[in-house]
């Protein structure tokens, strides 16, 4: 249990048999009557947010996550598969588990993967990969002036904007959370 005066943002509560995730909390301490903590939460499954109000001291249970490292194997067609790292286990993880970061999965790439209660509730992806650009225009001399980006297809089938310089077989590194192109590896 957790007092709601302890309340830190990250901090992890369960409420109504769910993990949710303090993203903002206000200690409120009115003129009259009892002072109150206002908290933002964040749903872990789903990431929807919702804003409760707290007596002061009043205690919430913490919510226990279990994070385990998982290296991806491959696409089964319903799902990724992906084996854990300390007892070989494997499990197949469900396409709206890891959402829009399915794109910039390779095999053998260690995950981070949250259960909450026995179930899956969450993938983390590293923040950064290393990919081979399989195709991309070839840059125009004397274009580089504006800074001009062109699109190039990595081996996990995303597209990002390069700069003209980026030429098919370069490998570049990716930030993921943005899809941003970083560097030239």
């Not at 908290?39 to 919430?60: D, H, I, P, Q, S």
Request: include cysteine; glycine fraction near 12%.
């Amino acid at each position: 249990m957790i007092s709601v005066n302890d309340f830190k943002t990250g901090v992890t509560i369960e409420l109504e048999g769910q993990a949710f995730q303090v993203v903002e909390f206000m200690h409120v301490k009115p003129g009259k009557g009892s002072a109150f903590v206002r908290a933002k939460l964040k749903n872990v499954k789903t990431g929807g947010t919702v804003e409760k109000t707290f007596r002061g001291g009043e205690k919430v249970p913490r919510a226990h996550l279990d994070k385990r490292e998982m290296q991806y194997l491959y696409n089964d067609g319903e799902g990724y598969v992906c084996m854990d790292t300390e007892n070989y286990e494997q499990i197949s993880i469900s396409k709206e588990s890891i959402g829009e970061g399915a794109k910039w999965l390779m095999e053998n790439m260690i995950l981070g993967v949250l259960f909450f209660q026995g179930n899956i509730i969450g993938v983390d992806l590293p923040n950064f990969v290393e990919m081979l650009v399989v195709d991309t225009e070839p840059g125009v001399k004397g274009d580089t002036a504006t800074g001009a980006v062109k699109n190039a297809t990595l081996e996990s089938g995303a597209v990002v904007q390069v700069p003209l310089f980026v030429n098919t077989g370069d490998r570049l590194r990716i930030d993921i959370r943005t899809g941003e192109y970083m560097e030239r590896v």
